[in-house]
Structures are given as C-alpha cells and as structure tokens.
C-alpha cells in the first residue's frame, strides 16, 4: 500500500511541474529586434497585434489585428475583402482611444506615431514603423516580416506579388506608346489640384515605383526628384504638369466638385486619356493596396487602347 501511495505522488508532482513548465516557457518567449527607436522586446509570435496605420502589411503576412485605425479602415477600401468583425476600430488616426486599446489587451502594437509611443508603452510593447525608412514594397514588407517574426510569409508573399506585377507592367507596355508620361490628380479641392508624386498614397507608388510608369516631366522634376510625396498646384497651371494620360482621383458619392474650365483644355481629356480612380481605394499605400491598385491601373489604362 505504501509503495502505490509513493507512485501517486511521484505522479502527481510530476503532473504539478508539466502543468507549471510551459507557463514558464511562455514568459520568455520573447526576442529582441532593431527598431527606428531602438531596440525593443517584442513576443516571438505576437497573438494579439494593435496597427494604428499600416494595416495591409500586417495582413499580407496573415495576421489579422485585433485593432486597426477607423481612418484606415474607412480610405483602405481594398483592404476590407481581409478584415473581419475580428478587428475592432481604435479611433481616428490621430485621435486613438488609449481606453479601447487597453481594453483590446493586444501583445503588440505598430504605430507609425512616434509621439505616441510612451502611451502605447504603457499598454503593451510598441515598434514604430515608419514606412519612408524603406525603399518599396519589398523593404516594407521584409521589415514588417521581421517585426511580426513571419519572415518566410513575407518571401512567399513577396514571390507571388512579383509575378503579378511582372504581368500588369507587360500590360501596361502592351497598351500605350513607349515615351507615353501619365500624372495622377486628386481633384478633392476646386481652389486647387493635388499633383502626385511616387508616393504611397494616392496611386502614386503603384504607377510610379511598382508600374515604372514615366511621370510628366515637370512632376519628375519638381516632386519626385525632390521626394515630395505631392503637390498643391492651382489649376490655371495644371497644364504644366499634365502628361499624356490622367488618372483622376475623385470623391466618392455626391461630394465631387465640379472641375473648373481649364480642364477641358488638356489634351489627356480631349483625347479620352482621362481614367477616374476612387478616393477611398486609392488613398492607402500598403503592399496588398498598392498591388490591387496596380493591376485595376493596368487593367483600366488598357480598356482605352
């Protein structure tokens, strides 16, 4: 009798210390990674992640937050086809509540806001990424693969979105003349026009840096090359910077102005060279946003041939 009772509680000491093992494991299942910041501890496979901006490339390395911005998830459009009733809105870019936050008890949180970081800090660990550090998509999102340590979904990801670059570029070629310059334009104000640059938002990455479309020659100069992101340029000189084909980023709904008189001058309108792009799909430039906005671009510039 006394040899059964020694055996159970041999057996129940070492059941007590299996159950106590992994929740010892789990506390220092962290790493360390190089951030704009500094270093920071993040957990080695986040569950619970908070994006105050750059949802879609969270969601190409497939986690879906559990937060994301009400601004993103308004103008990032494309994005909504992957988000489910999973992620719950934070508030306004530049207006998120700490209160929802912490309530969201998330294990990690990418903002794009440095001046937030000591908040954020106090809810769970924090990792600024600031998208203009990187030179393309490739960089954003082998960046991000390494913050959310999903380096192998980033190269997978990054694979198949060559190959459908590769195809909307020979579209692209197929369909308009070899010197042929594009501009993009968001008409959101009358006074005056929006001129874009290679930037990630509003199309601009995805006809100038993914679609190596060639920018007016005024827009290359007085924008690109100075890495500016965009231009308010009033529309009695808009003809300057006007090439060959327009992509029109207009309101959606009722809200779009009428365009002043001079618009009609521009030999992209005379000529039906003119392709309308909606505001709250192209504003984002994450990975999958700029992607999708590539291939509606090379679909649409195509439809004119």
């Not at 106590?20 to 080695?44: C, F, H, L, N």
Request: hydrophobic share 40%; proline share 3%.
């Amino acid at each position: 009798m006394k040899k059964w009772l020694m055996v159970l509680m041999v057996l129940m000491l070492a059941a007590c210390s299996a159950k106590e093992e992994p929740a010892t494991d789990a506390k220092t299942d962290t790493r360390e990674i190089e951030t704009v910041m500094g270093k920071v501890t993040v957990p080695s496979n986040p569950q619970r992640v908070i994006v105050d901006w750059d949802l879609g490339h969270v969601i190409a390395l497939g986690v879906e937050p559990v937060g994301a911005s009400k601004t993103t998830l308004e103008f990032g459009q494309l994005l909504k086809q992957f988000v489910t009733d999973k992620t719950d809105e934070i508030g306004r870019d530049g207006q998120v509540s700490y209160e929802k936050v912490l309530e969201l008890e998330p294990d990690l949180i990418i903002t794009w806001n440095r001046d937030q970081v000591a908040e954020y800090e106090k809810i769970a660990p924090t990792v600024v990424f600031d998208t203009t550090q990187y030179d393309g998509v490739h960089e954003q999102l082998t960046a991000m693969g390494e913050i959310l340590n999903r380096q192998n979904e980033a190269k997978d990801w990054l694979a198949d979105y060559d190959q459908r670059v590769a195809k909307a570029k020979a579209q692209i070629k197929a369909s308009v003349p070899k010197d042929a310059t594009f501009t993009i334009i968001d008409s959101g104000t009358v006074k005056d026009a929006i001129v874009v640059g290679k930037s990630g938002e509003r199309g601009g990455l995805a006809a100038y840096g993914v679609l190596e479309m060639k920018a007016a020659d005024k827009i290359q100069r007085d924008i690109i090359d100075k890495k500016e992101s965009r231009a308010e340029v009033s529309w009695e000189s808009i003809q300057d910077f006007a090439g060959d084909y327009i992509f029109l980023i207009t309101q959606q709904g009722d809200n779009q102005d009428e365009l002043p008189s001079v618009w009609q001058s521009l030999d992209a309108v005379k000529n039906g060279r003119v392709i309308e792009l909606k505001v709250k799909e192209y504003f984002t430039g994450d990975p999958i946003s700029t992607l999708l906005q590539a291939e509606d671009m090379a679909a649409k510039v195509a439809e004119l041939k």
